[in-house]
Structure formats: C-alpha cells, structure tokens
C-alpha cells in the first residue's frame, strides 16, 4: 500500500468553527507533513514530525494546531481560521524526514473559509 | 533558503521530447536533485532524484552536469496526460521541502 489518504476530501467552515483535517498512511514511514498549497502557487511546508515528535514548524499561526497520534496518523486541528487561510491542504509522508527520501503525497483537502 | 529557477511555463507536442531545466546556482556538496510532478486538485508525485550525471527510469531521465548548477528533466515523447506542474528541488541532511515556482507543461495535439 503505497497510498496517503486524506479526510474529507472538501471543507467549508466559517470563521469561528473549529475542523480537523486527517491524513493517514500504513507504508510504515516516521516522517509526516502538512503542507499549504494556494492556487497557482507552490506547496509551502507547514509542520514536520518525525516519529511522532514535531520536529519542524515553519512559524504557522496558532489557529493551526497538528498533532500525530500515532506513526500512521496526522491531524490538523483547525480554529478561528480566517478567510486567507482558504486552500488546499495536502499531507506527505516519507520513510524518513531526508532530503533523498521520496515524498508520498495524499490528494489533498480543499479548504475553503467563510 | 535553497532556491531554484524554472522557466514558468512550456508548449510541446505530442510524441515529442521535452527539456526543462532547473537552475540551483547555491547546491551544497551533499544536496540531490529531485523532481516532482503535480496534476490540478492533486499531491505531487516524484518522478526523479539525482546527484550527478545521469539518471534513468521508467518515466524521466535526470541529466546534472559537472558543476550542478543545473538539471535539465528530460520526458520522452510525451502525452497529453503528461500535461502538468513539473518542480525542482534540491536538498540533503534534514530535509529538502522548499518547492520552487515550478514549470507549467502544455502537451498540445
């Protein structure tokens, strides 16, 4: 199973719900990551954990909140979003937080924020 | 921050073969050289990731020249399903997360 699978697939929220995006893989790899992708834009990394532990977090606001439950779940908790925050929020993972270890990404959650 | 350039968007016909090449004037010793692709509405997928010379696979070809500079993905005879975001990254040790613009590649038919 080489395969991430992300939950729900679309979102819609107002400004002051709180949601939760998760993503899921059982490839057995110990390094985790969600990214924020703006349309027409790049991906831009969010949080890293490697082996559950948050290793990397690129300054994101405090309405985003990850967790990793466990080695083959990653959350995204989500509160106060504003209406910038709208995009899609895909998940990676890989066997090991390296530059030479390939990246398997999930299809992403289309986030969109009222 | 490891940065690259790409050229922002390429036109190619079916069948034919298609270049693009990166620029990574500030590699490190120890940094690869990865490509991904992105369709719309979809997570990249890798295709390729080098150090030097040239790399094959089933899908891509990888050329680094001496200096690694650059890399140039090479595609052959593409399709219209080949029609998609193609980005370069380069990086090593720690991680290798920071997406250049990418490349917009039009298959025409």
């Known amino acids: 199973d080489t395969e991430v699978t992300q939950t729900p697939k679309h979102l819609v929220m107002g400004m002051t719900n709180k949601k939760s995006l998760k993503c899921e893989q059982h490839?057995?790899?110990?390094?985790m990551y969600w990214y924020k992708q703006k349309a027409k834009k790049p991906p831009e990394l969010m949080f890293v954990?490697?082996?559950?532990?948050?290793?990397i977090n690129e300054s994101v606001p405090s309405r985003f909140s990850p967790e990793c439950p466990n080695s083959s779940l990653l959350n995204l908790h989500l509160h106060a979003l504003q209406p910038e925050d709208s995009a899609l929020y895909l998940c990676?993972?890989?066997?090991?937080?390296?530059?030479?270890?390939?990246?398997?990404f999930g299809p992403g959650t289309r986030l969109t924020v009222l | 921050l490891a940065k690259t350039t790409q050229p922002i968007s390429m036109d190619s016909y079916e069948g034919q073969e298609v270049n693009i090449t990166c620029s990574h004037n500030?590699?490190?010793?120890?940094?690869?050289i990865t490509w991904y692709q992105q369709f719309p509405s979809q997570g990249p997928r890798f295709i390729i990731q080098?150090?030097?010379t040239k790399v094959t696979n089933e899908v891509a070809s990888l050329f680094i020249p001496a200096d690694r500079k650059s890399s140039t993905l090479s595609l052959p005879r593409v399709s219209l399903s080949d029609t998609a975001v193609y980005y370069c990254l380069f990086g090593a040790g720690s991680y290798q997360l920071t997406f250049g613009k990418g490349t917009k590649l039009s298959v025409i038919p």
């Open positions: 080098g150090y030097k």
């Open positions: 490839m057995g790899h110990r390094a």
């Open positions: 990676a993972s890989s066997q090991a937080v390296s530059g030479t270890n390939e990246q398997f």
């Open positions: 500030n590699i490190a010793t120890n940094d690869y």
């Open positions: 954990y490697s082996y559950e532990k948050l290793s």
